[in-house]
């Protein structure tokens, strides 16, 4: 049974607000407490190095939640302990060390991941931030890398075993689309009897996107069906590895006009 037949539509939306945030003159909210570091952008991303170009090389976006007084140094720093990749071998930071000026509030840094190193199976690189003048947020302040070396795409489509919000737990098969660059996941919309198919699309990097779709599912209480579009949240970027046959969709489940489901996490693995 669909999870989604036992919630309520009233109770999926929810405000959260910072203990330190207060109102000025204009009733709005105002954040006052410290420039606390996190990666603002996302935590993770897959990286996929292509045999024969020697490297990828990826920008990790950064920010505080307020600007910065004076200037201040941040350095982007491998997790050791958690990481599978080693620097050195499997990657090397190009700028590591960023600099913070009075009133920014962004930076990035750089990092190359080589060919070398990586493998079909994938490896991991866990990064944190230091600085000696701002303190880490408790929350997104570790971005993972999950890297390997690329696979083409017949090696990735196939049986796949679904966790999903949607459906729960369900067996699918993932085939090449009929366009360039997609791949479609059969009967994911089993309730829509003339296209059952999640259609997805996919770049280079093998980023997932895809248009609105309707799930098929009426719900009487509201006169319409649901449908599904990309989420909402842009840390949320769906993706999948050839390599290692799994993937990540993050879905907002809507009924135009009337409101969302939020934002899900649906998880496809190779059987």
Not at 96 to 106: N, V
Not at 109 to 129: D, P
Not at 144 to 166: K, M, Q, Y
Not at 233 to 257: E, G, H, L
């Amino acid at each position: 049974m669909k999870k989604i037949k036992l919630l309520s539509l009233l109770s999926l939306f929810m405000v959260a607000t910072f203990t330190s945030c207060t109102d000025d003159d204009k009733g709005e909210r105002v954040y006052k407490g410290a420039s606390l570091l996190n990666f603002h952008k996302g935590v993770s991303r897959d990286v996929f190095v292509f045999s024969g170009t020697g490297f990828t090389e990826i920008n990790i976006d950064y920010g505080v939640l307020k600007p910065v007084a004076g200037d201040n140094t941040v350095s982007l720093v491998l997790d050791t302990e958690n990481s599978t990749a080693v620097e050195g071998v499997d990657f090397e930071i190009v700028d590591g060390t960023d600099e913070l000026t009075d009133g920014e509030t962004t930076g990035q840094f750089t990092v190359k991941f080589l060919e070398g190193g990586a493998v079909q199976t994938g490896k991991i690189a866990k990064f944190k931030m230091s600085s000696s003048t701002l303190d880490s947020a408790t929350f997104n302040e570790v971005y993972t890398v999950n890297v390997s070396l690329s696979c083409p795409i017949n090696t990735f489509v196939g049986d796949f075993d679904a966790t999903s919000w949607w459906l729960g737990s369900s067996t699918h098969t993932v085939v090449e689309g009929t366009a360039a660059n997609t791949i479609q996941i059969n009967d994911f919309w089993s309730d829509n009897a003339t296209a059952p198919n999640f259609i997805l699309s996919y770049n280079d990097a093998y980023v997932v996107t895809f248009a609105p779709q309707n799930t098929g599912y009426f719900v009487a209480q509201y006169n319409g069906y649901i449908w599904a579009r990309m989420s909402t949240d842009a840390t949320q970027v769906s993706s999948f590895n050839p390599c290692t046959r799994t993937m990540k969709v993050y879905v907002n489940y809507y009924i135009p006009n009337v409101g969302s489901y939020g934002n899900k996490e649906e998880v496809f693995t190779g059987i």
